[in-house]
Each structure stands twice: as C-alpha cells, then as structure tokens.
C-alpha cells in the first residue's frame, strides 16, 4: 500500500475505539475499512490452558462510516476476552487482538474487556500528578524488575520485580531498618521523576512461567496494556491494571514523577495485530515492498500516516489519563515525524494540567527509514519545526564528559582526555549557541546525561578507559571521575537524567547490552548501594541535587542566559550563572578542574564559601570563606556560593 492508497482510506476521528463496557452493553469498534467482515470470538479466558476456559460466543461486526466496524452486545462483559476474525476480498482471514484493548490475558494473545472502576487500586481518585517546578527536574531511570528483583531489597518475595515493589514504603537491606533502599531510598535521594523502561506489553517474557525469562521491553505487543509479567496475576488482565497504577500512585505520593518509556517507532512482529488488521498500512515500506529498518528491527510504525498517527495520540492521552503519567520518553523518537510529535504535545496540553507532562526522546534511528508525503524526522534537525517542549537526549554531552560510547577505551573531559573541554563548555549553556549544528531555543528540552540503559553503566565506561577490571573494587580514581561526571551534568544548564544505581557506581561487570538478561547482571544491587564508599558517591549526588534545588538558575529553566564563563588557564573551566562586577549574595561561581593534581583558579570579586569540594556536596555552606583565588582539589567539581 503506497502512500497515496493510505490517504485515500477514510479518516475516522472518534474516540470509542477498542471495547467499551457501560452498565448495561459493550460496544465494540474496529477500524478495518479493507475488511469484508469483521466477527468478535468472546472467550472466558486469556488462553486455552487455564481452568474453565471456553468460547463464549461469536458475533458479527456491522459496516459503519469512515471503516469502522462495530457492534453492541447486551450487558457489561468486564473481564471477558476476545479476538477479533477479520475478513478479506481476497479470501484472507486474520485473527488479531484489539490494538486499543486496555487489557489482555496472559502473554496478550487474548484481550480482555476492562471496565477501568473495577481496576482501581485504594484511593486512586485522589491520587494526582505532583507540582514539581521545572528547575527542579531530574530523572532517575529503572527497569520495574531490576528495581525490586534483588533478595536483599526488603521487599516482599511476591512483589520483588514486579509493579507492587515500588508499593512497600519503608523498605531496607535485609530489613535492618537502617539502611534504605527501592522507595524508601528514592524518597531520600533527591530526584524528582522516576523513568520507567517500557511497561506496556511486550513480546519476548513468557508471562505464564514465573521464570519467563528477562527483556528490557523494547519489542511491543500491545501498546496500551501492561505488562503481565510485572503483575503478581498475568491470567487476569485487571490485575495488572490495577497493580500498575498503584505503583504509579505510590510514586506520586513519594512526590515523584513518573515518567513511561515509549515505543511507537515500530512493532516487535511484522506481522503485528496493527498490520493483520488493515495490511500494507500501519508498516513503512521501501519501494519494493520491504519493511524499512530504522529501528533495528525491521518494522518501522508510519506515524506519518493519518491513523497511525491518530493510534499514537490515542495511545499517550490513554496512558496520561488513565494511569497519570507525568510524562513520556520517546524511543528512536527520528523514527517519528515531526507532525505526530507536536500532535502529541498538542493533545497533552489539551489535558488538565498538561502543559507540565514532560516529553522528550532519542533524537536519532537506528537505521534508514521511509517518511512519506513529505514528512520529516524529529530528530535534531527539526529543532525549529518540534515544540520547544519537546525535549532530547544530548549525546554530544555524554560523550564529551566521558568518552564516546561505542569506543569502550575512548576517553572524554573527566578521564584522560581533557581537551574535550571545549565541548563541555559548549554543554554548560545546553548547546544554546549551535555549536555543534542545532539550536535548542530552551534549555529545558536538552536532557544531559552520561549513562542510560543502552550501552555501559557509568561506572563500566570509567573502569574500561582506565583498563579496571575489578569493578567491584572502589578505586579512588574512578570515585573522583564519577564525581566528577555528575558534578558536571548536575551544574548543566538543562534536565538532568541518570541511570538508577549510577550513583553507586552501578556496574554490569562490562556488558554493554544487557537487554535481553540475565535478570542478576540487571538488577540493582542494594547492598552495593551501602558499601561505605559507594554511599559516599551517592551522598555526593544527593548534595548536588539539592544545590540544583536551591539555586534555580543552575537549571536555565527560567529562560536565564548562557552562563558567563571565567578566564581560567590550561584546561580548567569556570562560570557564574550570572555576571556582576561584584558578587551578589546567593551568586554561585562554579569550577570544573579535569587534571590529577591539585590547581589554582582565581575567584570573582566578593567573598565566598564551597557547596562543593569535589568530594562532599551540600546545599548549605560548609568551611572557611575565600577570597581572590582557590586550590582546587584534582579531578572535581567546585561549587562556591557568595556570602
């Protein structure tokens, strides 16, 4: 199907797709406008294979406008499952799941009607999005089974890695009472947004098996049902509903934001139950029919397209609206096209409260792809054309504090290769002044980060270029290196990101790409969190969230200007967020010294006192005042507030 065979199919705007149970009917809908007939297969089950399963009726779909096929069955058929049968001229059959069910049966081969009232945790109408003002932004990011998955968390063993593990308030290690870890440690660190890698259904975990095996989540099902595995039942598509939002809730009432890794840049099979029910349609294609490939794996979705695109809107406002989220991360978001981005900015906005749902993604593919009918990527590129609330991760900033992430011994700023300095003062102002070819118009939309899931851990990069391999050994250079890193990121104009257990010096013992598992290399490791020498690293991290927290201007979110930099020698950089002839009260003059020996760097006018030594950070002064000029200590962060 080309492009202008998918236009000329008809448009349907409505906002009832899926199967909506009311009091006393169900009514299904489909969008198949190829289709010659459309029948519902209800079933009392998610799968054959469990108790009392069975058919329980099939019902054929009539033909409405705009290629919607559709049919009202008598009563509220809450927890029923069912398939769709979906007919073609050329004598074709494909049986499909709903692409709009809420939910779904084991391993989502079924979906299941769900009345949403019925799947409501405790107090979940008073549960609300936190006010989090934008200087004080910065997310933490975590896969839900390697959150909770480690036996000596505290959490129960029925919940641990699982959407209830985020629910047990007060855990410790090895319940000791003295040692925070999961929420109980989160609400202390200083974060404001928790990221959670993909939690709609996805392919590749057998949900039937408590030892399905491990994914990172990147190869979606079902786009708007959770993930079974997560859930303490996957045999009934209500618990998982109701489980995942009570893990949301109780993130908001730890006061953080929770943020839903999305992946609509393409479809785990080729054969997707998008593509089975209009074929030729919902799938990029070369010219010769092959699907296109930028995401790796061969299935890109044609956001371009206009049901596509109105799927993907759909699908955020869904998840926005029913679970809270408070915001979205955009997998390979090049692989979208501009239009569907800013249409799904448009529509949150739309919402109560909207405009504070964050959005931003991966400015890049994987590989080339087909935009159709002159549409053009959201990549950084089209920086002009995207709101300027849709944000992006900065790679240009993670490669330069630390080294290039495809070249394991590649050095960056922090670790050997000082002169990428130049690049990290361009990283100070968020790139503002095009130095590299785009031109962020705010701050707020660059995402500066080091480590994420893809690629080393922090910790495993730092020990690669120093050729460590002991990475359970906390070696003193790579501790001031990681410091260091995060003491530059956290001192960013922008919104800060980091990878859970980073703080730690979270380590996958050197593999790269651990997607696929084993689950013990991926989980968080608390008492690795509370070697006495990691929890000083986090410390550290907890000292510089709260200065960003109590300096504003730090961030730029406010629309402050580029940061006045300070004439410094060799390979030391300095900068005051803001420039006086002489320092007000409550200034911050901030100094990067990237060398293994101590260094001498002259102050601004005034009198001053540290917030950051480099090794101890805090958002209240500590230690005696300077005047006209300061050592700094080797390969640290000095942070300095004017008296």
Partial sequence: MNWQQACELPYYGGSDLGANPAAEETVFKLWAPTACGVVV?????????????????????????????????????????????????????????DPYARSAGANGQRGM???????????????????????????????????????????????????MGFTQPDTTLDGDGAHPTCLNYLKGLGVSHVQLQPIFDYATVDEARPDGGYNW???????????????????????????????????HRAGLGVIMDVVYNHTYYSESCLER??????NRRWPNDSMTNGSGCGCDLASERPMVRKFIVDSVLYWAKTYHIDGFRFDLMALEDVD????????????????????????????????????H???????????????????????????????????????????????????????????????PRRAGRVVQYVSAHDNYTLWDKLAAVARRGDYDWPDADLLAQNRMTAGIYLTCQGLPFMQAGEEWGRTKYGDHNS?????????????????????ALTAFYRGMLAIRRAYPRLSGAAGEPEPFLLALPGWLIGFVPEHDDTAAKGQLAVYYNPERTRQWASLPTGTWRKLSDGVHADAAPFGPCFRDALELAPTSVTVLVAE
Avoid at 242 to 249: I, L, Q, Y
Avoid at 515 to 529: I, V
Wanted: hydrophobic letters at 35%; charged letters at 20%; one cysteine or more.
């Fill in 41 to 97: 297969c209800l079933y009392a089950t998610g799968t054959d294979a469990e108790p009392g399963a069975g058919e329980r009726g099939v019902h054929e779909l009539h033909r409405e406008a705009d290629g919607v096929w559709a049919i009202t069955l008598p009563g509220n058929l809450h927890g029923t499952y069912y398939l769709y049968r979906v007919y073609f001229p050329d004598g074709r059959m494909q049986e499909v799941v």
């Fill in 113 to 163: 009607v769900l009345d949403l009232t019925r799947a409501a945790p405790e107090g979940w109408d008073a549960d609300a999005r936190p006010a989090i003002p934008p200087h004080a932004r910065s997310v933490w990011e975590v896969h839900v089974a390697d959150f909770s998955a480690d036996a000596r968390s505290g959490v129960r063993p029925e919940w641990r890695g699982k959407f």
């Fill in 217 to 251: 989540g990147y190869d979606p099902q079902n786009y708007n049902v959770p993930e079974g595995s997560f859930a303490t039942d996957p045999f009934h598509g209500e618990v998982r509903v109701r489980e995942c939002r009570a893990m949301v809730a109780a993130l």
């Fill in 277 to 282: 029910t209009v074929p030729g349609y919902w």
């Fill in 340 to 375: 569907t981005m800013n249409a799904i900015r448009a529509a949150l906005d739309s919402l109560p409260g909207g405009e504070s749902i964050l959005m931003y993604g991966e400015p890049w593919m994987g590989g080339g792809t087909n935009l159709e009918g002159g549409a």
């Fill in 377 to 439: 990527p959201a990549d950084k590129r089209a920086l002009d054309a995207l709101s300027d609330r849709i944000g992006f991760f900065c790679d240009d900033t993670r490669d330069c504090i630390k080294g290039n992430v495809f070249d394991a011994a590649n050095a960056g700023y922090v670790n050997g290769a000082p002169q990428h300095g130049y690049d990290v003062i361009h990283s100070i102002s968020a790139w503002r002044n095009g130095a590299h070819g785009f031109w």
């Fill in 515 to 535: 997607y696929k598992g084993p689950l013990s290399t991926n989980r968080l490791d608390w008492a690795r969190a509370h070697r006495p020498e990691f929890a």
